[in-house]
């Protein structure tokens, strides 16, 4: 039996020019393939998102206005290769990791569409996909979890024993997710026995119950500098939150 241990299997991870996935833009972007008895690959881009990058996300991923426009690819050329990417890799049913699958998946989507190109979901159809998040499987498996921002890319990391030097950068945060979710299949032997239609349904699921158990936090019990309202809304979509939805809670 196939584990996902001895499958070829790709990561992925954007960095943006901000939070929301419906309006910022990606200006950077990394792929990581391995497994399978066959050599790693790492394919990488650098876009020019066509606006200003802020400087709170230059702050976190250090890509300046300059290095793009200097270096960065059209973003039409460099978006439809990630998505021809990512479509080979679902089309030949190899798991695509994403930590917080949900942002980026977004991100990539609404970006394909404001920029004229077809989105993945209308490249493969609407079957369900072979994706893996090791953030949703994470609250799934490990549910008491204590601290503020322990569930973040770096704490999670340190709890399954992933050890990176080099953060926030897209190749290093797409390797830093391969390697969660390894150590996740391997800790829990159950997800082997789920397919990928099964998976994808119980991903699904998680994290609707796990936003909406986070709604209801804010609505009742966090205090107003946590953010606490009694309206706070929290998106539960995943993998894709739609447009017509308010982005600001998608983490």
């Given at each position: 039996m196939?584990?996902?241990?001895?499958?070829?299997?790709?990561?992925?991870?954007t960095?943006?020019?901000?939070?929301?996935?419906?309006?910022d833009?990606i200006?950077?972007?990394?792929?990581?393939?391995?497994?399978g008895g066959?050599?790693?690959?790492?394919?990488?881009?650098?876009?020019?998102p066509?606006?200003?990058?802020?400087?709170e996300?230059t702050e976190?991923?250090?890509?300046t206005d300059?290095?793009v426009?200097?270096?960065?690819?059209?973003?039409?050329?460099?978006l439809?290769e990630?998505?021809?990417?990512?479509?080979r890799a679902i089309?030949?049913?190899?798991p695509?990791?994403?930590f917080?699958?949900?942002?980026d998946?977004?991100?990539?989507?609404?970006?394909?569409?404001?920029?004229g190109?077809?989105?993945?979901?209308?490249?493969?159809g609407l079957?369900?996909?072979p994706?893996?998040d090791?953030h949703v499987?994470?609250?799934?498996?490990?549910?008491?979890?204590?601290?503020?921002?322990m569930?973040?890319?770096?704490?999670?990391?340190?709890?399954?024993g992933?050890?990176?030097?080099d953060w926030h950068?897209?190749?290093?945060?797409?390797?830093?997710?391969?390697?969660?979710a390894?150590?996740?299949?391997?800790?829990?032997p159950r997800?082997?026995?789920?397919?990928?239609?099964?998976?994808?349904?119980a991903?699904?699921?998680?994290?609707a119950?796990?936003?909406?158990g986070?709604q209801k936090?804010f609505?009742?019990r966090?205090?107003?500098?946590?953010?606490g309202?009694?309206?706070?809304?929290?998106?539960?979509?995943?993998?894709?939150?739609?447009?017509?939805?308010?982005a600001g809670?998608?983490?």
């Amino acid at each position: 039996m196939s584990t996902f241990a001895n499958v070829r299997r790709l990561a992925w991870d954007t960095e943006t020019t901000g939070p929301n996935p419906l309006e910022d833009r990606i200006v950077t972007a990394a792929i990581v393939v391995r497994g399978g008895g066959r050599e790693d690959r790492v394919f990488s881009w650098l876009i020019n998102p066509g606006i200003p990058i802020p400087a709170e996300a230059t702050e976190v991923h250090k890509v300046t206005d300059a290095m793009v426009q200097a270096d960065g690819q059209d973003p039409k050329t460099a978006l439809d290769e990630i998505a021809t990417n990512l479509v080979r890799a679902i089309e030949w049913g190899m798991p695509v990791v994403a930590f917080n699958q949900s942002f980026d998946w977004s991100i990539l989507h609404h970006d394909l569409v404001r920029n004229g190109l077809p989105t993945v979901e209308e490249r493969v159809g609407l079957a369900p996909l072979p994706l893996i998040d090791p953030h949703v499987i994470d609250k799934q498996v490990d549910k008491y979890v204590k601290g503020s921002g322990m569930r973040k890319l770096q704490p999670t990391c340190e709890r399954y024993g992933v050890q990176l030097e080099d953060w926030h950068t897209a190749e290093a945060d797409a390797l830093a997710a391969l390697l969660i979710a390894e150590a996740q299949f391997d800790r829990h032997p159950r997800l082997n026995d789920m397919g990928p239609a099964q998976l994808f349904a119980a991903q699904k699921s998680w994290r609707a119950e796990q936003q909406a158990g986070l709604q209801k936090w804010f609505r009742t019990r966090a205090t107003a500098e946590q953010g606490g309202d009694p309206n706070k809304v929290i998106d539960g979509s995943w993998p894709l939150i739609p447009a017509q939805h308010e982005a600001g809670d998608a983490s």
